[in-house]
């Protein structure tokens, strides 16, 4: 945990521990027993136990004597309540020694420590189990999503390690915005990650509390001192899942302290009696804290604690627990919205079907809430138990009811948000959400190359296009092109270097240098298209005239070129050492073509056919589509050698002891040098 996590959580104690210290006052307890004594718990008969000295007693407990016993209760300040002779005394609401500025500081303390502890508690449990699973975690959710049901199961898997079903569409806003993922693959997972944040709910609903400071001791003690990574990390998660009961326990002192305000309780109840209020006041909360677990948690904290309540009355409850459940589910949206800002359309489709989702569901449920109430209270008879389990139930069939209809769901999305302007982006898939895993943003890396070799091949295209359609249209076009490639290779190099500093694996490492070279590569293409453009326009503005024959020979030494170009892209695209291969063999017969129309040239100019302003075009002609297939072989080497720099370099070792003709190294000259 970094220095500023500690900082935070000092903090975060110095606002609880005061308020849960004031608010763990003594409350009644037995002092003396003589003869059979009864305690009823909350006044439940059926829970009814023998008492016993030194026994605490709560608010609605009930104490019987029998005809022939007694006993005594200290009541605090100084008080004692003596029952003998069938006599029943049932505990009441400790009276407020506090007065209102006391008691508004305790609850204030007690509601942002508390809350903050649970807060920082499920980032630190998420951030450690995602910071263990390592780079796999995203692999897998980018890997394992062919269908939408499995899409369900990753995203409910991944959601329960990272704790937060907001990270986990963050992550989906990340892959389709770099094209790692398609919509209909991110919909299962969206739906799954609903499931996956019912955990923390679950576990909260087990009141663990007592394991609190155990967990955060050994989970510190592992942090601080454990040798590996992986222990390091669980121990974080450890530490986090010690947190999130402590704040559990601040919270629910806080709500002893709220009891003693009657007026405060009254506008809680008011508001739960609210369905709509009640939904919208839980939204807007969890809009703010971004975390539905933590305010989800709150609301258990709540309800269980008797403030929106009688908690032996689930019947009673559930229908002003769950509006609040169905407004953090929605709540939880706004970090996937704010994360689609300034991504491609297919990106904004997922944040929007996550917010569709949480609010269909979130409709329905109110439309039928006395049945599913029913259903619900089926589950249990504790109420922290119905309340982790209407959240369960609710996302679950949720998603039962999403699945059946995911493709029109996606069709639906795709008529909602129709394609934009996204072709016209510069930068497509390069997303800084994917830094964190190493493996897809190389991948999104790659894609980028495609797409910028797409553009400069676009140039040459457009370039050629405008030499012998005399289009001017299309040269400045193409020239307009260039700009976006330069743009490209600084942001791409710019990325990739990021890339580096994160902890990459050595394949992956030394695919960094490759990456930054094809970038390279790319770029030098764009400004030999530039001078193709440029060429273009001084025969248009010279009115340069070019023979039957020139023109034949440039248009094939063109198409060899070309067709180089298809074949890099596609082995870049499929990283397939087979199609690069074809390029290396191209090369060949570009480079021999090159020579045969440079003799045929001069042949032209013995001949007088050909005049010197054309002969230097032609000239210029052939040597940038020449240096255009050296750079687009530099590429196919890399793709051959799966992008590991390394074996290029070993090759061009061995191709350096060789002797060189002297029209090798001329072609070479232009050539991008491995950094040392």
């Given at each position: 945990?970094?220095?500023?996590?500690?900082?935070?959580?000092l903090?975060?104690?110095?606002?609880s521990l005061?308020?849960?210290?004031?608010?763990?006052?003594?409350?009644?307890?037995?002092?003396a027993?003589?003869g059979?004594?009864?305690v009823?718990?909350?006044?439940?008969?059926?829970?009814?136990?023998?008492?016993?000295?030194?026994?605490?007693?709560?608010?609605?407990?009930v104490?019987?004597?029998?005809?022939?016993?007694?006993?005594?209760?200290?009541?605090?300040?100084?008080k004692?309540?003596?029952l003998?002779?069938?006599?029943?005394?049932?505990?009441?609401?400790p009276?407020?020694?506090?007065?209102a500025?006391?008691?508004?500081r305790q609850?204030?303390?007690?509601?942002?420590?508390?809350?903050?502890?649970?807060?920082?508690?499920?980032?630190l449990?998420?951030?450690?189990?995602q910071?263990?699973?390592?780079d796999?975690?995203?692999?897998?959710?980018?890997?394992?999503?062919s269908?939408?049901?499995k899409g369900?199961?990753?995203g409910?898997g991944?959601?329960a390690i990272?704790?937060?079903?907001?990270?986990?569409?963050?992550m989906?806003?990340?892959?389709?915005?770099?094209?790692?993922?398609?919509?209909?693959?991110?919909?299962?997972v969206?739906?799954?990650a609903?499931?996956?944040?019912?955990?923390?709910?679950?576990?909260a609903?087990?009141?663990?509390e007592?394991?609190?400071?155990?967990?955060?001791?050994?989970g510190?003690a592992?942090h601080?001192?454990?040798?590996?990574?992986?222990?390091?990390n669980?121990?974080?998660?450890?530490?986090?899942?010690?947190l999130l009961f402590?704040?559990?326990?601040?919270?629910?002192?806080?709500?002893d302290?709220?009891?003693q305000?009657?007026?405060?309780?009254?506008?809680?109840?008011?508001?739960?009696?609210?369905?709509?209020?009640?939904?919208v006041i839980?939204m807007?909360?969890t809009?703010?804290?971004?975390?539905?677990?933590?305010?989800?948690?709150?609301?258990?904290?709540?309800?269980?604690?008797?403030?929106?309540?009688?908690?032996?009355?689930?019947?009673?409850v559930?229908?002003?627990?769950l509006?609040?459940?169905?407004?953090?589910?929605i709540g939880?949206?706004?970090?996937?919205?704010?994360?689609?800002?300034?991504?491609?359309?297919?990106?904004?489709?997922?944040?929007?079907?996550?917010?569709?989702?949480?609010?269909?569901?979130?409709?329905?449920?109110m439309?039928?809430?006395?049945?599913?109430?029913?259903l619900?209270l089926?589950?249990?008879s504790?109420?922290?138990?119905l309340?982790?389990?209407?959240?369960?139930?609710?996302?679950?069939?949720?998603t039962?009811?999403?699945?059946?209809?995911?493709?029109?769901?996606?069709?639906f999305l795709m008529a909602?948000?129709?394609?934009g302007?996204?072709?016209?982006r510069?930068v497509?898939?390069l997303?800084?959400?994917?830094?964190?895993?190493p493996?897809m943003a190389?991948?999104?890396?790659e894609?980028?190359l495609?797409?910028?070799?797409?553009?400069?091949?676009s140039m040459?295209?457009?370039?050629m296009?405008?030499f012998f359609?005399k289009d001017?249209?299309?040269?400045?076009e193409?020239?307009?092109?260039e700009?976006?490639?330069?743009d490209?290779?600084?942001e791409?190099?710019?990325?990739?270097?990021r890339?580096?500093?994160q902890e990459?694996?050595?394949?992956?490492?030394?695919k960094?240098?490759?990456?930054?070279?094809?970038?390279?590569?790319i770029?030098?293409i764009?400004?030999h298209?530039?001078?193709?453009?440029?060429?273009?326009?001084?025969?248009?503005?010279d009115?340069?005239k070019f023979?039957?024959?020139?023109r034949a020979?440039?248009r094939?030494?063109?198409?060899?070129v070309?067709?180089?170009?298809?074949e890099?892209?596609?082995?870049?695209?499929?990283?397939?050492?087979?199609?690069?291969?074809n390029?290396?063999?191209?090369?060949?017969?570009?480079?021999e073509?090159?020579?045969?129309?440079?003799?045929?040239?001069?042949?032209r100019?013995?001949s007088?056919?050909?005049?010197?302003p054309?002969?230097?075009i032609f000239?210029d002609?052939?040597?940038?589509?020449?240096?255009?297939?050296?750079?687009?072989?530099?590429?196919a080497?890399?793709?051959?050698?799966?992008?590991?720099?390394?074996?290029?370099?070993?090759?061009?070792?061995?191709d350096?002891?060789?002797?060189?003709?002297?029209?090798e190294?001329?072609?070479?000259?232009?050539?991008?040098t491995?950094?040392?």
């Amino acid at each position: 945990m970094p220095r500023n996590g500690f900082i935070l959580l000092l903090i975060l104690l110095s606002f609880s521990l005061p308020a849960w210290a004031g608010a763990g006052s003594d409350g009644p307890k037995i002092t003396a027993v003589s003869g059979e004594v009864q305690v009823l718990p909350g006044g439940d008969e059926a829970k009814a136990k023998a008492a016993s000295v030194g026994m605490a007693l709560k608010p609605k407990d009930v104490v019987r004597t029998g005809a022939k016993s007694s006993a005594k209760i200290d009541m605090g300040e100084n008080k004692e309540i003596e029952l003998a002779g069938n006599a029943i005394l049932t505990i009441g609401p400790p009276p407020s020694s506090l007065s209102a500025w006391q008691l508004t500081r305790q609850i204030l303390f007690s509601t942002i420590g508390g809350l903050g502890l649970l807060i920082f508690g499920v980032r630190l449990l998420g951030d450690g189990l995602q910071k263990a699973a390592g780079d796999k975690l995203r692999r897998i959710l980018g890997a394992f999503t062919s269908n939408p049901v499995k899409g369900v199961l990753v995203g409910a898997g991944s959601t329960a390690i990272v704790q937060s079903s907001s990270a986990t569409t963050v992550m989906l806003v990340g892959f389709v915005n770099a094209g790692l993922m398609t919509l209909q693959q991110a919909l299962g997972v969206v739906f799954g990650a609903n499931i996956g944040t019912t955990v923390t709910v679950k576990l909260a609903a087990f009141k663990l509390e007592q394991y609190a400071l155990p967990a955060i001791g050994v989970g510190l003690a592992l942090h601080l001192f454990g040798r590996r990574k992986l222990i390091k990390n669980l121990g974080m998660g450890l530490l986090g899942f010690g947190l999130l009961f402590l704040g559990i326990c601040v919270l629910k002192d806080g709500v002893d302290v709220i009891k003693q305000s009657p007026r405060l309780v009254d506008i809680l109840q008011w508001g739960a009696a609210h369905p709509v209020f009640g939904l919208v006041i839980a939204m807007l909360i969890t809009d703010l804290v971004q975390s539905s677990s933590a305010t989800t948690v709150m609301v258990l904290t709540l309800a269980t604690g008797g403030l929106l309540g009688d908690p032996n009355n689930p019947r009673e409850v559930l229908p002003k627990v769950l509006p609040l459940i169905l407004g953090c589910n929605i709540g939880t949206c706004i970090t996937a919205l704010l994360a689609s800002i300034g991504t491609n359309t297919g990106a904004k489709r997922v944040a929007i079907a996550h917010v569709i989702f949480n609010v269909t569901g979130a409709a329905w449920v109110m439309i039928v809430m006395p049945i599913f109430v029913r259903l619900v209270l089926l589950t249990s008879s504790d109420l922290g138990q119905l309340v982790a389990n209407s959240h369960i139930m609710f996302n679950v069939a949720n998603t039962a009811v999403f699945l059946l209809f995911t493709n029109y769901y996606a069709r639906f999305l795709m008529a909602l948000l129709p394609e934009g302007e996204d072709k016209q982006r510069k930068v497509q898939y390069l997303d800084d959400r994917l830094l964190n895993a190493p493996s897809m943003a190389i991948e999104a890396s790659e894609r980028e190359l495609v797409n910028m070799a797409e553009i400069a091949r676009s140039m040459m295209q457009r370039a050629m296009g405008g030499f012998f359609e005399k289009d001017r249209k299309a040269l400045d076009e193409a020239a307009e092109e260039e700009d976006v490639v330069d743009d490209m290779q600084r942001e791409v190099t710019e990325y990739v270097v990021r890339l580096s500093e994160q902890e990459l694996s050595p394949d992956q490492s030394r695919k960094v240098p490759a990456l930054i070279h094809a970038v390279n590569d790319i770029e030098r293409i764009g400004d030999h298209a530039e001078n193709l453009v440029e060429l273009a326009q001084a025969k248009l503005d010279d009115k340069v005239k070019f023979s039957k024959k020139a023109r034949a020979e440039i248009r094939e030494l063109y198409g060899f070129v070309d067709s180089m170009f298809d074949e890099t892209i596609q082995a870049l695209r499929e990283n397939d050492a087979e199609r690069a291969a074809n390029v290396v063999r191209l090369e060949n017969s570009v480079n021999e073509l090159d020579k045969v129309l440079r003799d045929h040239h001069v042949d032209r100019l013995k001949s007088k056919k050909c005049k010197v302003p054309a002969g230097v075009i032609f000239l210029d002609l052939l040597t940038n589509f020449e240096k255009i297939g050296d750079h687009l072989t530099n590429i196919a080497e890399a793709v051959e050698d799966a992008l590991q720099w390394e074996a290029r370099k070993a090759k061009e070792k061995q191709d350096a002891e060789e002797p060189e003709a002297p029209e090798e190294i001329e072609a070479k000259e232009d050539e991008t040098t491995s950094p040392e």
